[in-house]
């Protein structure tokens, strides 16, 4: 084990994948296919996606990872001269190493409240752009992105949802969702935006599978169809074309069949909610109300040296000199015994 | 299967992985580990690429494919008004889609001779290129890219490769070896370029997995100690760092333990040669004089037709009205049944 | 003077401005006018530029330079996965330091004929992409850049550029032509191609300031209304936004008054003509047949030592140990008794 | 006039050139010299540059514009991994339509005051970024931009940006000063910043030519050898090279002839104390302390309505429902009697 023997809570891919992914591509391991997605299982699980999404026209493409998935999407939709607006928090804003603009666009970052965007401040910063007699000289605002859930944790609910779903139709600019953790988004109570809703609000988002399950792969749908025309040619260009284009269907035909992802997700956001009801009764401060599966909350050096004793934790952000938040987060693959634990250590 | 039952000599990723990597990622499927090659199994695989290459000091990391460590790493290594000499039927001028170009690196395509670059075009371009008048308004050439073996399957001697070296740095540019199939190559009677010789004559190369036995993942092995500085962050910025950076870590450990990687490139090798002795005792025309996995043979449309009831091949090129190359691409899985049913069917 | 005293045929841009547009920006300089070409002079030129292109509903932009002009209305115009077909002596292709790529787009270089592409060429590669299996894997045309004059002050005549014109629209694929020499061309007895045909025929097509007697300055002209969206803030992007706009739009005014800009090519190729006589009568060899204002000659070592003793000629190219092309540059300034001076240097 | 017969102050670069150059440029017309600014003219400019910012090792380049010159000095100084810091409200954040990431590079904004970045920021900036434990995931903070004066017409003191020189150079990281209008700051009487001071403390900086008396054109200066190899070739790549170098030479060789520079500067800063003085006294709210040649001030749009019969303003920004920012600007070509009238008109 490459990490010590404490369970760790750090991360939501600390594990491979699921062990039913695992065994189908054993299954079919020897089998011969056609590369880039052409074969029968990359279909399949494209159907099984538009089945779910209630998306029939829809055109889905496996990529390997999130970074590489938001960077293809967003140079794919937007002119060379338009930017995207983003949380200043989001994924694209910090953590991709300008991947984005590695593509030529600027990410414009909004303010949030605990990883979220208000329709309110990207009303306001589309009439102020169009209002503004010097716009022709600012990048054109072209796309929204949104993640859900947000890195935060946080969910949009479905009403926030359609608001932004129409401001940004009524502008003519894309509205695109990251679902990087989408499983545990869809199995949470608190959430109303089903994967329907997804497809009918958005112009293209991806369904998470390195951190829902899978040993790597976001499947990307885009419902409206031929919205993204020559798509292929662009992933190839962005160097997200994989070969073996039925390593990532296959992942996604196991997910999408028998509910697979519903429960990877279910089993997430159990484990969450009882660590959560612990924290509470035992008298923790949650540092943002996030109903996912990720809990930040705030410890000082002492509490987090004697967890740390039990249980690996996340690091998350210095507070001040003693006050530190942390992140547990729970996936498909957590254990109960090791949320025993984690409890027992509180 | 998702092809007819004929076996398929279409391509060298017809399949899943050597069932020696799938036992590995099951086997520690549920342990836990630090993502991003931070992990045991990715360390344990760089530690055993830098002892088989005697690069003690050499940089490796894993990406996913092909036309993703070409981009980065040429992205990584030029200088943003450098551009790269290539074969002009290399991969990265022709079959990439321009992701080169996407990083804003012009291929400079040179003449060819069965897929190879000879030192004396090399150096003749490089000549030309500092005595021109106009060099400044020209794109500086800053690299050479091979491909060993080459998209045509023939191999540089290392008599070959080290000219070039030599050419490279001389003129203080960079020597980077595309090993999509190095596997094949290494296997090769006919080949004399060992993983040191390449370690010790290149500034880049890598190490191909896709077509080589794993399910992804290609190795790239950049020899000299901080040739290439913040390197994780280009790579991260091309979308093309794994959160599981195990899954890749695992798949070359294995690769790189009791020989794999020796042993895929036999079982190809070995086939291959059969199937080239079967082909020139029945007197069919090679295309091109390639002695690794893959053979290149001229067909008539009724030749064609009759072994595509029995076997399937890769189409290559059309030569004229009637007659056409076919690829026979051999791999670490073909079975000793097909080739059987193949030569059977000549 | 910053070149020795002998006259200089070395380039068609050795002096300033052609004297009325001096006399213009001084008359005007004092008044106070908007920025970024809102200005009434620039107005007025695009009007007087419309009209002699025959063109009510082009949109007109007056950028710097030939390079800068070329880089923003590719990318303007091409998607991010597409690149441009050009001669492999265009000056897209060699001389302009990779200012394409470094925007994303490859320069897709085909063979050419004194400068000039085919419409034969030109169609089989079209041809050849779309028929190849894997041309998803491809950069895709999505434009043909042709020179008027070329970079070899060859001409295409106007039944070949009709016909190249049909195939790209049979292609859906844009045509456009770089005219940093358009007054030579047009004012050429040989040229057939008129400002309203090239307006017909091509997508977009710039009208050189730079070489055709302005201090800078290229006329954009996009014939077809709103072919271009937001073109203005993908110049301002490309760092091509002129602040003081007017100083290209005065320009520009005065080159379509009064026939100033026929009167300038007239000037040039009547000097070239009075010197590729006296080159025949004294048996000089012409390297290229170009009958507008460029004339290339081939000289032995002696031969040039002996003119440049009392002219300065271009060297273009090294043809062997002893013989080289030299290039005869003639401008809107050529002087009467300059031409005097080459023909009885000869 | 293109614009009413109004007196405008809306901007700073609404007239032509100084008379004293388009006199040069003139008298130098007919000359002939060689291209892309290796005329004797741009040599003699920047030899003067060099012995006014006391930098005799320093390279000197002359771009068209502003935009463009950031761009190409921030990407040819930046590695593809790196990002520009920036005050939110800087030129590159804001008015350049992403032209910093159009070549790949991401701005990275930071908070300002009166449109100036404090040391304190920069430096909280730096550690935080190298405290994070997910940098490598990050754009790398590779320079700082600052402008002198800002855009809010505000100075850097000395103090101040020796300060920022020295974080910058302990963080291993480049100072980049825009001067688009620094003759503006020399000639104030609050500023104790000297051109030597730049040179010694900045690694690129830029004299602003279009706003400051030229019809165009920037002088980069890089004061340290070889800072920028191969600068040349990025200009040219980046489209920003002037074929008639000589047409930027010869203004700032002007420019930098019998103190014109700072002439243009003293010019504007008068006309604007004696304005401010005015707005002093009768009352006025002046939006920003900005001691140069931009005055920010507050109307009623009654007050506007009533000034606006008299002079031209420029509009800044609306405060609410009935109050404004407008902006005065002041230039080298502000008359006294304009001056009285806008007094005059308060």
Redesign the interface.
Known sequence: ???AKR??F??D?????H?AI?QR??E????????YGT???SESARNKIRSACRAPEAAVFFL?????????VI??IL???Q?VLAAETGHIS??????I???????L?LPQTNGKLSAKDICHYLDRYWKD??H?????PGMVYLSQPTEYGTLYSLSELKEISEICHRNQIALYVDGARLAYALACPENDVTLPDLAALCDAFYIGG??CGA??GEAVVVPRHNFI??F???I?????????G??AGIQFETLFTDNLYEKIGQTAIEAAGRIRNALYDKGYKLAIPSPTNQIFIELDKAQLAALSDKVELG?WENLDENRIIMRIATSW?TRKEDVDQLIASL
């Open positions: 084990m490459s990490i369970p760790s750090g991360s891919y600390l594990e491979g994948a062990p695992l591509l054993v079919t391991n020897l089998e011969q296919s056609a590369g074969d029968t299982y390997v990872g999130g970074t590489q998935a938001n960077a293809t140079d794919a002119y060379s001269y930017g910090i953590h991709e190493a300008g991947a603009e590695a593509s030529g666009h600027k990410v970052p007699e010097t022709e000289h600012m990048v054109m390195t951190k040993l790597f025309p020559h292929f040619t662009i190839k260009q962005h160097g997200a074309l994989l070969a073996k039925r390593i690091f693959a």
